[in-house]
């Protein structure tokens, strides 16, 4: 099999693995109870926190543990908006952000909340004009992904940051597609809230942090225990949140050397594309992106088609969000860059990692020509257009 989704999910590290067996074999007490097992458990817990902390630049109680970056999404968007409910029930967010984050926006939407989803430029990068025109005395909030998990466009999350600073405005981002992907401390990037997931960055599922700047205003979105300072209910994951750090530590450490190696052969395998099937488009291209993904349209092709033929040929590829898959409609992330339906319908989202090498890019373009070449043919002689 050649994996090229990680994007989607990635492969548990080994040493984050091996962090995580004692706490499922021996050391399995709650973080909560009050004797020695428990304590042990516990110490494991804010060792791990310290170890996130000193790889994002952020002090440890101002990270929060979660299930899922999805929970750290909801836990930052709608957590702000119901604590500061008093103040103004205006968000801002984009266009092109997770369902975390954009259903989360539309759920408030329906309570009561007005939300601006700004526009983007072709290139997938926010409009930072109408950012700050969309911001009035009643903006509580402004929400936006730090990388597109379908495109890997890195936004301006400094500025961003810093104009909604300046307007007294909180400011979260969903760095779940950058967080070890890129060399920078997310803590320093300005922002007030910042959410990523642990199977993202080679640690294990189900598990989360949302980086809190001290004194942000926040309430919870469970009721429950007290864990997490009351702002998160729940018994920990003890040995997910040890694997998590692992990860972490391992992922930070090396996303400078990693990146520079992910973007040398994403920037290969997209050229070898390029020179292997005519109209092709990759969306993003000109924009900043993170180093180990390509999102590629392909004219008179239908994207679901692309990834069902690669998995024959043993490829994992995706359609664009492992969260969206299965749904018919074509990628609003795709749509708000200005693609037509059909050219979105005929895009795929190719995300290397640290085990791809490029003997995989070689073959994924060879299956990739293959497999275009034969579904265009299929909608020729149907007599298919677009
Ligand atoms: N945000 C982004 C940008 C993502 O790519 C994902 C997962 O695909 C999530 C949030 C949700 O993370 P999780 O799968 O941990 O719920």
């Not at 809230?193 to 189900?206: A, D, E, R, T």
């Not at 664009?320 to 693609?339: E, K």
Request: aromatic share 4%.
């Amino acid at each position: 099999m050649i994996y090229l989704d990680h994007n989607a999910t990635t492969p548990l590290h080994p040493r984050a693995l091996a962090a995580m067996e004692p706490f499922l074999r021996e050391c399995w007490g709650n973080p909560s109870s009050p004797y020695r097992f428990g304590s042990e458990a516990r110490a494991a817990v804010e060792l791990a926190r310290a170890r996130i902390a000193g790889a994002i630049g952020s002090e440890p109680a101002e990270i929060l543990f979660c299930a899922s970056g999805t929970e750290a999404d909801n836990l930052a968007v709608r957590g702000v908006a119901c604590a500061l409910r008093s103040c103004g029930k205006h968000l801002v967010t984009s266009a092109i952000e997770h369902q975390a984050v954009w259903n989360t926006c539309r759920a408030l939407e329906a309570e009561g909340h007005r939300v601006t989803y700004l526009p983007v430029s072709p290139d997938g990068v926010v409009d930072l004009e109408a950012l700050e025109a969309s911001l009035g005395a009643e903006t509580v909030l402004v929400t936006i992904m730090h990388a597109s998990n379908e495109t890997g466009v890195v936004q301006p999350v400094e500025e961003i940051a810093a104009i909604a600073r300046r307007r007294g405005i909180l400011f979260h981002t969903d760095a779940v597609q950058t967080a070890g992907k890129l060399p920078v401390q997310l803590a320093a990037l300005g922002a007030d809230l910042v959410s990523f997931s642990g199977h993202k960055l080679y640690g294990p599922k189900g598990v989360a942090a949302l980086y809190v700047r001290a004194g942000t205003p926040l309430v919870p979105v469970m009721t429950g225990g007290t864990q997490e300072r009351g702002l998160r209910a729940g018994t920990e994951n003890v040995a997910a949140i040890v694997g998590f750090a692992e990860a972490a530590a391992v992922a930070f450490a090396e996303a400078a050397a990693e990146g520079r190696r992910l973007a040398a052969l994403r920037d290969r395998f997209e050229a070898e594309v390029v020179a292997a099937v005519a109209g092709v488009r990759i969306s993003g291209a000109r924009a900043p992106r993170v180093p180990n993904t390509s999102s590629l349209s392909f004219a008179g092709a239908d994207g679901e088609s692309i990834v069902l033929g690669l998995d024959l040929a043993g490829i994992c590829v995706s359609t664009g969000s492992a969260c969206s898959t299965g749904d018919a409609a074509p990628s609003h992330v795709l749509l708000a860059m200005g693609l037509s339906a059909h050219e979105a319908q005929g895009s795929i989202r190719v995300s290397l990692g640290r085990d791809t090498r490029q003997a995989d890019i070689d073959a994924t373009v060879r299956a990739l020509a293959e497999t275009v070449a034969r579904l265009r043919h299929i909608s020729s002689v149907r007599g298919e257009t677009g």
